[in-house]
């Protein structure tokens, strides 16, 4: 092995300064480029990927708990806000994961986590009037137990709605699409209509706040208001509401919750429980695509990868044809020259890669720092390219390359058996 080691020096100080000196570096460029495309790629991806979740879980929350008929639609129908698991629900730390949707649940096997935290909302539907402008909106009501984490941080003009006074505020939180074609302010009013019934209201509120969350489908339709409004608009006590809200700990327990409440929580008969990702697939379904494309890409990064260090070890091996019917002559086995120059070749993989990890990480770093390269909002939800690094992907990537990489170079590394040392040194 010290032998293969020393001729493996001794050859990459030649060839860096032959003509193949060239094409070394060139294939160690490839290499890197190939790296810097992969890394990226997954950041982006990943990135991509949790800031979209995220907005729609902020703005949702994680599950749903309302009335059969609230399932599919937006129409209000009344549930009574006391029950067994709101709040409570929150004490229980972990849960039983249920086997295949049935009663039984799987012995000692747990959620990661609970349910972070759960809230009321309401819904009604109605239509913004503004000097002859029309537009039709509808109103989320949210009560004292709201979560402001995610809609405080998109607002852009404004404070969030205060909801702990006596007497609701005629404040309402809407977004800057809407301001923008309605042509309201902070501190505008507007005269909202509703439907009730046969009857035909009107009421006015004041604009508190402008947020903008991307989620253009969400932007477009919604606006914030104290629950109280809906209650009394559609004649309901105190105690009625449209819905609850779930947020769970861990995201990847949000199924499983879901089913041990609806399966083993005295769940009222009314009632139906679904998550977000079930009450709108479309959005997740097209985030999850973006998986095929990132493994397509990189099914044609690890291509050019492998054709370009086949090449590089086929012309090192033909550059020192007559040297390798000289070793042969000496009696060196045919696999301590294969090593050689598969040692060769795996050091011009383990550069480009090095150069590819480093160029990553550094327009990545950059990118979060600086956000420089920018996006359609309307269209990709979000306004800069996100970056996300996953250490895990990290770590993998450059061990399924390294090994993919060596197990191809055994393949064309086969020709060095088939050289004839007399052949060779007479080519020399």
């Known amino acids: 092995m010290a032998f293969s080691a020393f001729l493996a020096r001794r050859l990459r100080a030649g060839s860096s300064q032959s003509s193949t000196g060239r094409i070394i570096r060139f294939a160690i460029g490839t290499i890197a480029l190939c790296m810097t495309v992969i890394l990226l790629a997954h950041a982006l991806i990943l990135g991509f990927k949790e800031e979209i979740k995220a907005k729609v879980f902020g703005f949702w929350g994680h599950i749903h708990i309302t009335a059969h008929n609230l399932n599919q639609t937006f129409e209000t129908a009344p549930v009574n806000r006391n029950q067994t698991f709101y709040p409570g629900i929150t004490q229980k730390k972990q849960f039983p994961v249920l086997a295949d949707g049935i009663h039984a649940g ?28 029309l537009e039709g909106i509808l109103l989320k009501g949210v009560g004292a137990d709201f979560k402001w984490d995610f809609m405080g941080a998109y607002l852009t003009e404004g404070d969030t709605l205060s909801l702990k006074s006596e007497s609701p505020p005629r404040d309402i939180m809407i977004s800057r699409t809407t301001a923008d074609r309605m042509k309201v302010n902070v501190g505008d009013d507007l005269l909202i209509h509703f439907i009730q019934g046969e009857r035909q ?7 508190r706040a402008v947020y903008k969350t991307g989620l253009e489908e969400y932007d477009r339709k919604f606006a914030i208001v104290d629950i109280r409004h809906l209650q009394e608009l559609a004649g309901w006590s105190p105690d009625t509401v449209s819905g609850f809200e779930l947020f769970v700990e861990d995201l990847g327990d949000a199924e499983a919750i879901a089913d041990y409440i609806y399966y083993e929580w005295p769940l009222p008969g009314e009632l139906y429980i679904e998550t977000i990702r079930q009450k709108f697939p479309a959005i997740f379904d097209w985030v999850e695509i973006q998986d095929i494309n990132e493994r397509v890409l990189l099914i044609l990064m690890l291509l050019v990868v492998m054709i370009n260090l086949a090449t590089v070890l086929l012309i090192l091996m033909l550059e020192r044809y007559g040297m390798i019917g000289v070793l042969k002559a000496l ?35 950059l990118q979060r720092k600086t956000g420089w390269f920018r996006l359609d909002e309307s269209e990709y939800y979000l306004s800069e390219v996100p970056i996300h690094w996953d250490p895990g992907f990290f770590f993998f990537i450059n061990v399924f390359v390294l090994l993919v990489a060596a197990l191809t170079l055994l393949l064309p590394s086969v020709y060095i058996a088939r050289i004839q040392p007399v052949n060779a040194i007479r080519f020399k």
């Not at 209201?201 to 604009?207: D, G, N, P, V, Y």
Request: no cysteine; net charge positive; hydrophobic share 45%.
């Open 106 to 133: 799987q012995p000692g096997k747990l959620t990661r986590g609970g349910v972070d935290h759960i809230q009321v909302f309401g819904l009604k539907p109605g239509i913004l009037a503004r000097k002859g402008e």
């Open 201 to 207: 209201l009107e009421r006015k509120f004041r604009i």
């Open 331 to 365: 009696g060196v086995s045919d696999w301590t020259v294969r090593w050689i120059f598969i040692r060769l070749t795996l050091r011009i993989l383990v550069i480009g890669m090095l150069l590819g990890n480093g160029l990553a990480l550094g327009l990545g770093t």
